[in-house]
């Protein structure tokens, strides 16, 4: 079993910055692809961004390329979501989620995710 726990989001002006982090726990941390998600009041939930076991394998939304940036510690077991030149259009809930199936390539896929964490807040002002 994972659990996982999101943080850091907020209210931000267009343009800014925003961290969010993903606790997770489990010993296996290290061996999971782990992915973010976002939903916005009244629409399907998308997806963000998502890392492999390494690190060295990302994949982002076109959205988001160039903007957002996935990043993991896995002393910490934790995975980061560095948010930069954020636009209102991005304002959701973000959602942490854990691949425990797959380590090697990190899934687009919402249903590839076995474990989700509660949700943060991002809301983006124009």
């Known amino acids: 079993q994972v659990q996982l726990v999101e943080s850091g989001g907020g209210l931000v002006q267009a343009g800014g910055s925003l961290k969010l982090s993903c606790a997770a726990s489990?010993?296996?941390?290290?061996?999971?692809?782990m992915g973010w998600f976002r939903q916005a009041p009244g629409k399907e939930r998308d997806f963000v961004a998502a890392?492999?076991?390494?690190?060295?394998?990302?994949n982002y939304a076109d959205s988001v390329k160039g903007r957002f940036t996935i990043s993991r510690d896995d002393a910490k077991n934790t995975v980061y979501l560095q948010m930069n030149s954020l636009k209102p259009e991005d304002t959701a809930v973000y959602y942490c989620?854990?691949?425990?199936?797959?380590?090697?390539?990190?899934?687009?896929?919402?249903?590839?995710?076995?474990?989700w964490g509660q949700g943060t807040q991002v809301t983006v002002s124009s």
């Open positions: 489990g010993r296996t941390f290290s061996s999971y692809c």
């Open positions: 989620a854990a691949d425990q199936a797959n380590w090697r390539t990190p899934s687009t896929r919402s249903y590839a995710y076995d474990y």
């Open positions: 890392i492999n076991w390494s690190g060295g394998r990302t």
